[in-house]
């Protein structure tokens, strides 16, 4: 399957505008699943138009597999339709005068196949993305969920080499858009096409990606597995946008981060220390490098326990989690030790960057243990 290098991409809708994409250069391995992850307005739809071949560069290069497709010194311009890309829409974009099968079949017709085997093709497409005895039926008769197995399997049909999706389970309820991403993950891994995903939800992004690009305001702040996004984020951005409750940090002049920092052997000058809610454990003994705290909630998020607390100092609250369907043996208002593990530290500078961190995990170290109470 295609690769896709992206190299220094710009793009700006003004000479004197600020640009919507700043100088982003990473490469898409061949076969992977890489989502382009951030908030609105950050530049990730952007970037996925630019590679369809729907928005012009304003600097860079776009190559895939060693064909360029877009360069501004080369003066090269491929047209969307002869980038063998599929691209599906967030509002799915589907005819609504046609049926289900009919808007399936038509890449097909427009390739030109034959049709004994656009009839074949539709009804593996229908299979594929479990759709049967819906082929009759016109969009507007479909559910959300529906519509958007009918624009993945129109896609699908032309068998693309690259698959980009624009937020496409953002119109979805919670129900359906769990359903569509184990369905997205089975599809990537029945045809093995390289997938550029866009998505402002982190917990999609982990979940789904072998790759993740985190970007801000234009900017690309990390690339890199999904894995290692979370264990060593690259700066505080990442650090804070990544992980569900975010990230605590702490002045590191705290007293708080100071124990937490010294027992887990960081020494490094800092701005503030990072220190991830799942990381933290609580006792009724002191030892090495706990703090004393009071519990100020205990809170239920179905299946975990959110717990603040307070500190003596000016560290301010701190938050970790439980997961445990069973409630806590702490109560509200109680005095607690806290400790924290080392690799759910982080120190980041006065410029936001990463600077140092606890022990990393093993790959197969189970996040979910690392916060038991």
């Known amino acids: 399957m295609p690769k896709i290098t992206l190299s220094h991409l710009t793009k700006r809708y003004s000479p004197k505008a600020a640009a919507a994409v700043d100088n982003i250069t990473f490469t898409v391995e061949d076969g992977s699943f890489t989502c382009i992850l951030g908030?609105?307005?950050?530049?990730?739809?952007?970037?996925?138009?630019?590679?369809?071949?729907?928005?012009?560069?304003?600097?860079?290069?776009i190559d895939v597999d060693g064909r360029v497709l877009d360069s501004v010194t080369k003066g090269i311009f491929v047209p969307p339709e002869k980038r063998g890309?599929?691209?599906?829409?967030?509002?799915?974009?589907?005819?609504p005068h046609m049926t289900v099968a009919q808007n399936i079949e038509f890449g097909l017709k427009i390739q030109k196949m034959p049709a004994a085997q656009r009839k074949a093709r539709v009804a593996q497409m229908v299979a594929t993305l479990r759709i049967e005895g819906l082929e009759d039926r016109y969009p507007a008769q479909l559910s959300g969920g529906q519509q958007q197995r009918v624009a993945l399997a129109r896609t699908l049909a032309v068998t693309p080499g690259i698959l980009l999706l624009d937020e496409p389970l953002s119109n979805l309820d919670a129900a359906l858009r769990l359903t569509m991403r184990a369905e997205l993950s089975r599809l990537h891994r029945e045809f093995g096409t390289t997938i550029v995903f866009v998505t402002h939800d982190q917990w999609e992004a982990m979940t789904l990606a072998t790759h993740?690009?985190?970007?801000?305001?234009?900017?690309?702040?990390q690339y890199a597995p999904a894995s290692q996004i979370y264990e060593a984020p690259a700066n505080r951005f990442v650090a804070d946008f990544i992980g569900n409750p975010p990230i605590n940090m702490l002045p590191a002049a705290s007293h708080v981060a100071r124990s937490f920092a010294r027992a887990a052997g960081l020494d490094a000058p800092a701005h503030e220390l990072g220190l991830r809610p799942e990381g933290i454990t609580l006792g009724l003994s002191e030892s090495a490098g706990?703090?004393?705290?009071?519990?100020?909630?205990?809170?239920?998020?179905?299946?975990?326990?959110l717990v603040e607390l307070t500190c003596a100092?000016?560290?301010?609250?701190?938050?970790?989690?439980?997961?445990?369907?069973?409630?806590?043996?702490?109560?509200?208002?109680?005095?607690?030790?806290?400790?924290?593990?080392?690799?759910?530290?982080?120190?980041?500078?006065?410029?936001?960057?990463?600077?140092?961190?606890?022990?990393?995990?093993?790959?197969?170290?189970?996040?979910?243990?690392?916060?038991?109470?």
């Open 212 to 221: 993740i690009a985190v970007m801000s305001k234009g900017a690309l702040q």
């Open 39 to 61: 908030p609105s307005g950050c530049g990730k739809s952007t970037i996925l138009r630019m590679i369809a071949g729907l928005e012009t560069l304003s600097e860079g290069e």
């Open 313 to 373: 100092d000016d560290a301010g609250p701190i938050r970790l989690v439980q997961s445990t369907q069973t409630p806590p043996r702490w109560r509200v208002g109680q005095a607690v030790y806290v400790s924290a593990l080392a690799e759910a530290m982080h120190l980041f500078s006065d410029t936001g960057a990463r600077i140092a961190s606890g022990v990393s995990r093993s790959p197969d170290h189970s996040r979910s243990s690392a916060g038991v109470i």
């Open 290 to 305: 706990a703090v004393t705290a009071i519990i100020e909630s205990i809170l239920p998020t179905g299946g975990s326990w």
């Open 85 to 95: 890309i599929g691209l599906v829409f967030q509002s799915y974009a589907l005819w």
